[in-house]
T-cell receptor, first 114, second 114 residues
Framework: ETGVTQTPRHLVMGMTNKKSLKCEQH?????MYWYKQSAKKPLELMFV???????ENNSVPSRFSPECPNSSHLFLHLHTLQPEDSALYLC?????????????FGPGTRLTVL | KNQVEQSPQSLIILEGKNCTLQ??????????LRWYKQDTGRGPVSLTI?????NTKSNGRYTATLDADTKQSSLHITASQLSDSASYIC?????????????FGAGTTVTVRA
């Protein structure tokens, strides 16, 4: 295990639902990320939080809303999603200013939008 | 255009055989190149990391090479096992003094058959 957990692991929702994805890290890291992974495509960076402050919103539609209440937890709130939002959503964490800039990934949430 | 291109997109090999995956990148400058292994339903896990001054790194049956002049890297899997079935992702990291956004390849899916 990488020290990064995500819940739920699988989620099926309708386009009118509201749901939230949760990420928790036990590594003492101070940067957290949300990525979207679609089949056959590179990971797409969605949001970046450094020291609980959002420093990056990579042109993500407003139907995705992140929240970082503390350095150990990261949420992704979902509402009015589209079928094309179906993907694997990965959380990653990093220790800022570490030598190798390594990001540690959680297992992901497989999201299906009907 | 993606700055990290991987080939082939997928391959099938027999258990016990060797294979080599390719990664070409245009990220410049860069601080390190990492190969991740992603099992189905799991997040990516780091296999090897090489800085721009290193040209080879091994992790068990996995050997990565790097040619910073031609901007190419390869991952060689020796004596493949069924557990090697996974997606292998090439990731290039820019220097820490930049925005340190990682550049991801789309991955190569390896299937090992008995």
């Amino acid at each position: 295990e990488t020290g990064v957990t995500q819940t739920p692991r699988h989620l099926v929702m309708g386009m009118t639902n509201k749901k939230s994805l949760k990420c928790e890290q036990h590594l003492g890291h101070n940067a957290m990320y949300w990525y979207k992974q679609s089949a056959k495509k590179p990971l797409e960076l969605m949001f970046v939080y450094n020291f609980k402050e959002q420093t990056e919103n990579n042109s993500v539609p407003s139907r995705f809303s992140p929240e970082c209440p503390n350095s150990s937890h990261l949420f992704l709130h979902l509402h009015t999603l589209q079928p094309e939002d179906s993907a694997l959503y990965l959380c990653a964490t990093r220790l800022l200013w570490s030598s190798y800039n390594e990001q540690f990934f959680g297992p992901g949430t497989r999201l299906t939008v009907l | 255009k993606n700055q990290v291109e991987q080939s082939p997109q997928s391959l099938i090999i027999l258990e016990g055989k060797n294979c080599t995956l390719q990664c070409n990148y245009t990220v410049s400058p860069f601080s390190n190149l990492r190969w991740y292994k992603q099992d189905t339903g799991r997040g990516p896990v780091s296999l090897t990391i090489m800085t721009f001054s290193e040209n080879t790194k091994s992790n068990g049956r996995y050997t990565a090479t790097l040619d910073a002049d031609t901007k190419q890297s390869s991952l060689h899997i020796t004596a493949s096992q069924l557990s090697d079935s996974a997606s292998y992702i090439c990731v290039v990291s820019p220097p820490l003094w930049t925005d340190y956004k990682l550049s991801f390849g789309a991955g190569t899916t390896v299937t090992v058959r008995a």
